[in-house]
């Protein structure tokens, strides 16, 4: 769940409403595969035996645990993780029941930088990494899909507010600051 229309601010508009590329659950995915092979072959090498449905309530049980904890826990981590674009802020939102965020005003973002292995340029995802002017480590987005063309659209964005002047004072995209009492 990304940011809802209560969260944004007057004027504010979601642009991109991105979710982690769906490669990230495959290895779930494909345990939860091996899983219910490794299920079968045990019924049926078993069948006919006699202790045959203790050993396949006690594999069940077990397979059931591992499959909550290896291949249900790692897809709603996925599903709940988001990052967010709109025209003021980038948000990275995650968390199942504690919920975790983190925003950058696009105002303060100066580096935006992209990242693809070879298994992410197979998949068409990659990782983009947006810094800004603090002392937090840049903000990581990991496995976005079509990462170049959103790496593309934060530029566009950041050009399209950028007013061309450079007085000095302020980034030019940044909000002016409240004038103190003399």
């Not at 967010?84 to 100066?110: F, W, Y």
């Not at 070879?118 to 983009?128: V, W």
Request: hydrophobic share 45%.
């Amino acid at each position: 769940m990304g940011l809802k229309d209560r969260n944004l601010a007057d004027g504010e508009q979601v642009i991109l409403n991105l979710r982690t590329h769906v490669k990230a659950i495959l290895r779930p995915v494909l345990l939860a595969l091996m899983l219910v092979v490794a299920l079968v072959a045990l019924w049926w090498f078993l069948r006919g035996e006699d202790y045959y449905a203790v050993v396949m309530w006690i594999a069940g049980a077990i397979a059931l645990a591992l499959a909550a904890w290896l291949v249900v826990l790692p897809i709603l981590v996925w599903n709940a993780e988001r990052y967010v674009i709109t025209n003021r802020r980038v948000a990275h939102r995650t968390g199942i029941l504690n919920r975790k965020g983190r925003d950058i005003p696009l105002h303060r973002v100066n580096d935006i930088s992209l990242d693809k292995s070879l298994l992410d340029r197979m998949f068409g995802c990659g990782t983009l990494v947006i810094s800004d002017a603090t002392q937090q480590q840049g903000m990581v987005l990991h496995d976005i899909p079509q990462v170049e063309s959103v790496q593309v659209r934060l530029h566009n964005l950041l050009y399209d507010a950028d007013d061309g002047s450079d007085d000095g004072e302020y980034p030019p995209t940044e909000p002016p600051r409240a004038r103190g009492r003399r």
